[in-house]
C-alpha cells in the first residue's frame, strides 16, 4: 500500500522528523485557514503529481481559494483530488534526496541519497548515477554511526546530529511499519535545520497481519480520501483472494497460476484474440475462489468468451470442478465458456465437469484457438 | 546426481498435519520420495501415512539424518518455521509459503547465507527429480526422468512446460521453482550455474517473466560462464506497465522490466529464446540436448 503523503508525513512526524506546518484542506472555504504563502498539494498516490499540476504555490488569500477550488476539480490518471496538503512555504538553501529501502539483488537494507534532491531519482540514476550514494545496512549489525558518518560526507552535510536522527529513525519507521521503501524528496537543508518537504512510503501488505489495526485504518482513510472510478469486476475483485487486472479486450482469463496466467494472455494475443483481463486465482485457491472469480470476470460486459486455464499442483482440480458447477448452478451462464484442465486430481475434476455437461481441453494451444474463435463468431 | 535433491534425499515435513500439508505428503510418498519425518508444534507423537511427528526440528534432526525440509506453513508462521530449520543445520529447504513479508524474508536469506542453508522459494511450488525425488506439489504426470534442467519463477508454467516436454518424450534432470519473488533465496543465476556443473543435465530452459531484473542478471552469467544451451521463455508479452500481474515480483516498472527487455539480454547472451512452451521441445531437438 503506497501512502499519501500527508499520510507518510504524520507518521515521520511522529518519529521526530521535521515537515512544514500544514493544514489538510477538504473543501476551498478551509483556505481561510492558511497561513500564507502556501505550497497546495493534491493528495494522490502517485508518482509525476507536480507535473499533472498538482502542486502549486499561493501568495494570497483569494488565489488560495481559486487554485484549491481548481486542485478539487483535477483528476491525475483516473484519480480525482479529495484531500489537499496546504504546507507553509520553506526557505530552501539545498534539496537532498534520501531514501531507505531493501536492496532487491543484495538481500539486505539500504540507504540511499543524492544530491540530486526533488528530481526523480530514477533519472538521476540514468544521467548521473555518481550522484548517487548507496550503502548497504548489515542486517545483523543494524545501522552504524560510520554509515551514516560517510553518507554526510559525500551529501556535503555539516549537521551531522540531525542528520543522523533523521536517517536512524527512517530506518527504525522502514522495520517497525514493515515498509518496502521510506522516501524523503527532497529533504530540504533550510536556514534552521532539514526539512522533508516531500515523503513516500509503501507498506509490504504481505505484513498487514503484524499490524492490524493500523493498516486497516490507513486503508480507509485512503479510501475515503482517494476516489478512483472503478468498474464492477473490480470493485468485487478487491473484495475477492484473487488477482484481477481490467484490460480492454474481450476474451476473459483465468488462470491457477501467475505464469501461467501471463502465457494465456500472451497466446491469446498472439492467436489474434484481445484479452479482457488478467485473472490469477494463487495456489492455494478452491472452490469458493474458482466460483467468485468466473463471477468478477464476466461482471465486465465486454467479455465475449471466457477461458479457464487449470494445471494445478497446490491447486486440486476437483475443488476447482465444484467451484465451476457451483458458478453455473447459481447463475445463467452468459458467454460461452472453454475449460483447459490438468493436474491434481484431474480425473475427479473432469468427471464432475462432465456431469455438468461441460467438456474440458488437455491442449492449452486448443484451448486457446477455441476461446478466440468464439469471440470472434459472437 | 541431478541438482540439489537424488535418490538419497531424506526429506522433513513442515506443517505435515494439515489438510494440504497431509495431502501433499502422501503424493510425495507415492511418488518414491523418502519422507522420513513431520514437524508440527503441538501435534508431537502423531503418524502421517506411517510418518512419524515431532514438535520441533531439532527432535526430528536427533532421531534421523535430514538432508531437506519442505514447508507447507502459512506465510504468517514461515518465518519461525524456517529459523528453526535453519538452526538445526538442514542443508536444504524449501519454502511453499506464499505473501512472506518482505523484512521476513530477508531475515531468513541472511541467516540461512550465514549457517550454510540453501533456501528455495518463497512461493515456490519445490522441486523435483523425475524418478528419483520429489519435494514438490507438481503434478506427476507431466513429470518424466531425463536431461533437460527447468528453471521457473512460476510453478504453474513450470507444470506447463514440463507436460509439453515430457509428451514430446523429452526428460527432465531436476525442475526448480525458484518462485514469485520479490525476494528468492536461490536466483536465476544460482540454480544456472547448479546445472551448469551437474553432468547429468545437458541443457537447460529457464522460465522468466516480467518484473525486476533477475533475466538479465542471469543473461550476462549465460554470456559468461554456461556452455550448455539454455532455452529462455519470459511470459508477459502482453502484460501492462505497472499492474502487479499475480507474483509479487511480477510488476513492470521501467523498460528493464518489460519482457522485450529481458529477451533482448538473454538473446545477446546466446539464450536461444522460444515465445510459447510448444517452441520449446523443437527447439531442443534441434540442439540435439
Redesign the interface.
Known sequence: MRLLEFQAKRILAQHDIPVPKSVLLTSTTDTAKLTLPAVLKAQVPLGGRGKAGGIRVVEGAEEAAAVAAELFNLVIRGHTVQVILAEEKTEILNEIYLAVL?D??A???MVMASTAGGVDI?QVAKETPERIVKKHID??IGLQPYTIRYLARALGIDDLASFDAIVRQMFAVL?GY?A?LVEINPLAVTPSEFTALDAKMVL?D??A??HAELFVALREEQEKLDKKELTLAEQLAKKGDM?Y?L?DGDIGLI?????????A??????AGGH?AN?C?M???ADAETMCQSIEVVLANPNVKALLITL????TRMDHMADGIVQYLQQHEAPVPMVIRM???Q?KVGKATLQQAGMDTFDD??EAVQAVVRLAKAK | MAILIDENTRGLVQGITGA?GSF?TK?MKEYGTKVVAGVTPGKGGMEVYGIPVYDFVEEAVARYEIDAAFGFVP??FAKDAALEVIDAGTPLLVL?A???????M??I??YAA?KGTTVVGP?T?GVVSPGKCKL????N??LLEGHVGVL?????????VC?TLTENGIGQSTIVGIG?G??WGLSQEAVLSMFEDDPETNAVVM?G??G??MEQ?AAAFIAQHMTKPVVALI??????EG??????G?IIE?KEGTATAKIEALKQAGAHIA????DIPHIIKKLGA
Do not use: W
Open positions: 531493501y532487491k539483488r538481500n539486505v537494507p530514477e542486517p545483523f522495520r514493515d518496502t509490504d504481505k505484513a497481519f503484524r488477482t487486472v484490460l488462470a491457477d497460476g501467475a505464469g501461467t496466467g501471463m502465457l494472455l500472451d497466446l491469446v494475443r498472439d484479452p488478467f490469477e494463487g495456489g492455494l494445471i494445478g499442483g497446490l490438468c493436474g491434481t484431474e492449452l494451444p | 494440504v501433499q503424493i506465510a504468517r511453499t506464499e505473501g512472506v513479508p518482505d523484512q521476513d530477508l531475515t536469506i541472511n550465514a512461493d511450488p514438490g506439489v507438481h503434478p504426470r507431466v521457473s519463477k512460476s510453478g504453474a508454467l513450470s507444470y506447463e507436460k514469485g520479490p525476494f522460465l517473466e516480467v525486476g531484473t542478471q511470459v508477459g508479452r502482453a502484460a501492462p499492474a502487479q500481474m499475480g507474483h509479487a511480477a521501467g515465445y510459447r512452451p510448444s
